[in-house]
C-alpha cells in the first residue's frame, strides 16, 4: 500500500529521487506480470463458482468504492496492512504491528460477517447478475496496458545509467535495487495468484466466521500470511538488531545489493509506541477489507489484469483515502 500510494500521491520525489526508483521498477515487473498470469485464467468457471456459494456478498459500485477509500485512509494512518504489518511487522516481533493486526483482524471478521447477502447495509451489496460485470472488459484490458506501459517506460528511463565525472564510480543504491526489484515484483504476483489470494471469495470465507457452523470456513489465509511470516523471520535473522543469531559474522547492516558505507535497511522505528493512528487506521482498514475482500497487493493484481470495478472504484478511492489518511496524520501531530 505504502509503495503505490507514495508513487501517485509523490510521483515526482519518486522519479527525482534515485533511491525511491526502485518502486517503480517493483510495480512495473508486479503489473506485467499479473496482466500475462491473468490471461490464463477461465472466468467462466469461476463465475459458476461463486454463485453456487450461499453466503457470497456480491458487492456493489459503491461497496468497491467505500472499501477502497477505507483500506487507503487506514492503511496511511496505521502504516501498514497484511504484508506491512502482518507479515513484515509481526517478524520483527514489532508491538505495533501485533497491535494493529489484531485490530484489524477483528474488525475484518466483524464487517465480513456482518455484510452478507443479508447486510443492513443495503448500498454495499447487489445481485448475482452484477458479477459478470465484475471481470475484465476489452476497454479496461486496454487501461490496463496503457498503465502499465507508462509504468514500464518510466522504470526503464530511470534505470539508465547515470552519467558522472568519474567513470570508475560505483552503482548508486537505486540503480543496484532495480534489478533485485523487478524480479520481486514479479515473485509477488505470482504468489498472490498461486496462493489464491487475489480471489475475494477466499478471503470472504477466512474472515466470515459463520462459515464455520455452514462448514464454508476457507483456512487458505492463514496458510499464506503463516509462510510468509516464516519466511520473513528467517531472513530477520540476518539483519543487525534483529537477529537472535550469535555468529555476528552472519549479520547485515544493509542489503546485498547495497554498499555497507552508504546503505541501509529501511526499518521502522523500534521505539515507536502503539497509537491512537495505528489503532484507529488498522480498524478502519479492516473494515475495508472486510466489505471489498481486498487489500492493497491483491487489488493491484486485479487492476492489472483490467478487472474494471477494481481498476476504475476501488483504487481511485483508495488513492483518495491515502491522501486524506496522510492529511489526518499530521492533526495527530
Known amino acids: 500500500s505504502g509503495i503505490i500510494s507514495s508513487v501517485v500521491l509523490e510521483p515526482r520525489e519518486t522519479i527525482a529521487n534515485q533511491r525511491n526508483k526502485w518502486k517503480i521498477a517493483f510495480l512495473s515487473s508486479f503489473m506485467v506480470t499479473s496482466f500475462a498470469y491473468s490471461t490464463r485464467r477461465v472466468d467462466a468457471e469461476e463465475i459458476e463458482f461463486i454463485k453456487s456459494l450461499a453466503n457470497f456478498p456480491y458487492v456493489s459500485n459503491i461497496g468497491f468504492a467505500t472499501a477502497g477509500f477505507l483500506v487507503g485512509f487506514g492503511t496511511r494512518l496505521s502504516n501498514g ?14 508491538k505495533r504491528s501485533f497491535a494493529a493486526v489484531l485490530t484489524f483482524m477483528a474488525t475484518g471478521i466483524g464487517s465480513a460477517s456482518l455484510c452478507n447477502p443479508s447486510c443492513a447495509i443495503k448500498f454495499l451489496s447487489t445481485t448475482a447478475e452484477e458479477l459478470d460485470n465484475f471481470y475484465p ?3 479496461s484490458k486496454y487501461v490496463a496496458i496503457a498503465l502499465g506501459s507508462l509504468l514500464v517506460g518510466t522504470a526503464l528511463a530511470g534505470m539508465k545509467k547515470v552519467k558522472t565525472r568519474d567513470d570508475n ?3 548508486t543504491i537505486g540503480n543496484t535495487k532495480e534489478p533485485v526489484a523487478l524480479l520481486t515484483g514479479s515473485l509477488f ?7 489464491g489470494m487475489i480471489k475475494s471469495y477466499k478471503i470472504y470465507n477466512f474472515l466470515d466466521v459463520k462459515g464455520f457452523s455452514t462448514e464454508t470456513w ?17 531472513s530477520y535473522q540476518f539483519v543487525r538488531g534483529y537477529s537472535y543469531l550469535k555468529n555476528d559474522a552472519k549479520v547485515q547492516s544493509c542489503p546485498l545489493t547495497q554498499s555497507k558505507t552508504g546503505g541501509a535497511f529501511n526499518l521502522p522505528n523500534k521505539a515507536a509506541e502503539i497509537d491512537a493512528p495505528l489503532i484507529l487506521g488498522s480498524a478502519l482498514f479492516g473494515i475495508g477489507w472486510g466489505i471489498g475482500g481486498l487489500c492493497p497487493g491483491p487489488a493491484f ?15 481511485p478511492a483508495n488513492i483518495l483515502g491515502a491522501f486524506l489518511g496522510k492529511q489526518a496524520k499530521k492533526l495527530f501531530g
Open 81 to 94: 496492512c497484511t504484508s506491512g504489518h502482518g507479515i513484515c511487522g509481526l517478524a520483527r516481533l514489532s
Open 137 to 139: 472488459t476489452r476497454s
Open 169 to 171: 564510480a560505483k552503482p
Open 189 to 195: 504476483s505470482i504468489g498472490l495468484a498461486i496462493s
Open 218 to 234: 476457507d483456512s487458505t489465509l492463514l496458510y499464506v500470511m503463516g509462510g510468509g511470516l516464516a519466511i520473513s523471520a528467517a
Open 301 to 315: 493484481f486485479l487492476a492489472s489484469a483490467g478487472y474494471p470495478k477494481v481498476l476504475y472504484l476501488w483504487w
